[in-house]
């Protein structure tokens, strides 16, 4: 079981980054999969999560109307498009499987990958 997370980078304030995770078809399979990120000192903090259809997206408060999640279930793939990137995005993020549970919450989640690195700079 496997998730792997990419496509993180160093980006000025204002650039587009288009995360994707990579997820072995039984991790995939009927899962409702979220994306979560990590800032330095802080604490794990919910980004976003899309349903198995891709029909129901669910978003932090923070990222609402920049980041759109999506998924290609043929692929195993679920994506993490964000725009206008503030330098409070940095962070690493994380993609992981739902198990469970609040959608907003990490221990809903497991199978977390090792997180891809997103640096905003001002």
């Known amino acids: 079981v496997q998730l792997q997370a990419s496509g993180g980078g160093l980006v000025q304030a204002g650039d587009s980054l288009r995360l994707s995770c990579a997820a072995s078809?039984?991790?995939?399979?009927?899962?409702?999969m979220g994306w979560f990120r990590q800032a330095p000192g802080k604490e794990r903090e919910f980004v976003s999560a899309?349903?198995?259809?891709?029909?129901?997206?669910y978003y932090a408060d923070s990222v609402k109307g920049r980041f759109t999640v999506s998924r290609d279930n043929a692929k195993n793939t679920v994506y993490l498009q964000m725009n206008s990137l503030k330098p409070e995005d940095t962070a690493v993020y994380y993609c992981?499987?739902?198990?469970?549970?609040?959608?907003?919450?990490?221990?809903?989640?497991?199978?977390w990958g090792q997180g891809t690195l997103v640096t905003v700079s001002s």
């Open positions: 078809a039984r991790t995939f399979s009927r899962n409702v």
């Open positions: 992981a499987a739902h198990i469970g549970g609040s959608y907003y919450y990490s221990p809903s989640y497991r199978y």
């Open positions: 899309i349903s198995w259809s891709g029909s129901t997206t």
